[in-house]
């Protein structure tokens, strides 16, 4: 059987002929003026990409192993959270996050009966504890389990701002356990920087500083390391920035001789999430799951389209858990490792990422490092300023928000409909730090219209 190379019938078209006929079409129109434009990272994007003009030696390899769909449960009842595991991964889960607040929860009986063999658990302490730790790490040995701890003393600090005891103390503990456990254990929290309203390269140099800082501070990183991201809105953007991350850690991690890729999960943004028209937060998180697996997520998380209003539900769970399985089982979304690769626009964007985040980087490394940035102000002062800039954009509807700053629905009334407070909560006390504090774009429209409904 002959193979007929198709594309050998037609002419190459050179850069300097495709942007000859584009400022034909323009008549005189200015063509940077007209057709590039400025990301709010100081990119300047062009409207085409070619290969005569793109000269990318980056390694952007993701995972290869295909990403998994990841069911978050909060444990209040250890019973009822574990038979909510269960249902959900009968129904389409492949990964479990649990969130445990108490020391007290017993593992063996929140792990009863759940299928152990290629299922990744995740567990999320808000809390600093050797004991329980250990016990996870006992549990994980003697099941043959798949357990990832995701303990984060630097984002209880940003987020809290506060340690959970101080900085000695705490890193004492992460060094005892890096030293007793075999499970990773380690987690940056890095999504609290993009819900705050930093932009990509701060959110990418600011996850690479706190990487740095817990390489500095204990002594044997012997396991994996958890990034925890959250997706914007940006879609060529946002897949960019995950591969530049995964780039920019393992450049990191080499230089410290450890030897393990980073374990990437992603969660769409809150920020851009609306408590009107809320049906429309399920494209938008359809789009930033697009955008995490293409990026090289190693797990996806979504956020139910009424997570910001409404306690944990079955029917949020299961729309968000499906909008995943549509992108894995029938988009195939899982077929092929490192789809990006090749894309010009996606492989430049990939590259202009890391180079600006890893000169913020040094520059953070230069003056004192994270920690030092935090106590003294300068990492919020940045991401304040990066926030405002799009809040500007949203309040003059330059950033839209459809069904919140475009095209509102007057007649949509939700004040009956809260069942959680969707807002900045205030809670005056002394801190070590100003956190940085998660913000939506809405919040104040929102809360002008709530005010009005009858």
């Known amino acids: 059987m002959t193979i007929k190379k198709i594309f050998t019938e037609f002419d190459s078209i050179s850069a300097k002929q495709w942007k000859q006929q584009i400022q034909f079409e323009l008549k005189g129109a200015d063509y940077n003026e007209t057709l590039v434009w400025e990301s709010p990272e100081g990119i ?33 009842d250890v019973k009822k959270s574990n038979a909510r ?17 108490s020391e007290s929860i017993s593992i063996e009986e929140l792990m009863q009966n759940l299928p152990l063999e290629n299922v990744n658990y995740y567990f999320n302490l808000p809390f600093l504890s050797i004991e329980f730790s250990n016990k996870i790490n006992d549990f994980a040995s003697k099941n043959k389990a798949n357990i990832f701890i995701q303990i984060d003393p630097i984002g209880q600090l940003v987020k809290d701002g506060n340690w959970f005891e101080n900085l000695v103390k705490d890193f004492e503990k992460l060094n005892t356990i ?20 930093a932009n990509i390269i701060q959110q990418l140099a600011y996850t690479l500083a706190q990487v740095n800082e817990y390489f500095n501070r204990i002594s044997a990183m012997n396991q994996p390391i958890t990034i925890e991201v959250a997706v914007g809105t940006n879609y060529f ?33 809150k920020r851009n999430k609306t408590l009107y028209d809320y049906n429309v937060n399920m494209l938008r998180t359809t789009t930033e799951c697009m955008s995490a697996i293409l990026g090289g997520a190693d797990a996806v998380a979504n956020l139910p389209y ?24 029938e988009s195939y979304f899982d077929k092929v490792n490192n789809p990006a690769d090749g894309t010009y626009y996606i ?14 980087f040094k520059d953070i490394e230069k003056n004192g490092g994270l920690i030092s940035q935090l106590i003294d102000g300068t990492i919020q002062r940045k991401i304040n300023e990066s926030a405002q800039k799009e ?14 700053n475009k095209y509102p629905n007057k007649n949509d009334q939700m004040k009956n409909d809260l069942e959680l407070y969707p807002f900045v909560k205030q809670n005056a006390r002394k801190t070590l730090i100003t956190p940085i504090i998660e913000k939506r774009l809405a919040e104040k429209v929102e809360q002008e219209r709530l005010s009005q409904e009858q």
């Open 347 to 360: 492989e430049t964007l990939t590259e202009q990422l890391a180079e600006k985040a890893l000169e913020l």
């Open 178 to 197: 890096t030293s007793k456990t075999t499970v990773p254990f380690l987690t940056i929290s890095s999504g609290m920087y993009q819900n705050a309203g």
């Open 44 to 76: 300047k994007v062009k409207p085409f990409y070619h290969n005569d003009d793109t000269n990318v030696n980056l390694n952007a390899n993701t995972s290869n192993v295909p990403f998994t769909i990841v069911q978050n449960i909060f444990v209040h």
């Open 391 to 404: 809040q500007e954009l949203f309040d003059s509807g330059k950033e839209v928000l459809l069904g919140t």
């Open 237 to 269: 953007f946002e897949i960019a920035k995950l591969r530049a991350l995964r780039i920019l850690f393992n450049t990191l991690a080499s230089e410290y001789n450890h030897n393990f890729d980073c374990h990437i999960i992603a969660t769409p943004t």
């Open 85 to 101: 595991a269960l249902d959900s991964l009968q129904r389409g889960a492949e990964s479990v996050r649990f969130t445990i607040e």
């Open 306 to 329: 009424d997570a910001l209003y409404h306690k944990d539900n079955e029917f949020g769970d299961r729309i968000s858990r499906n909008q995943l399985l549509i992108l894995k089982h």
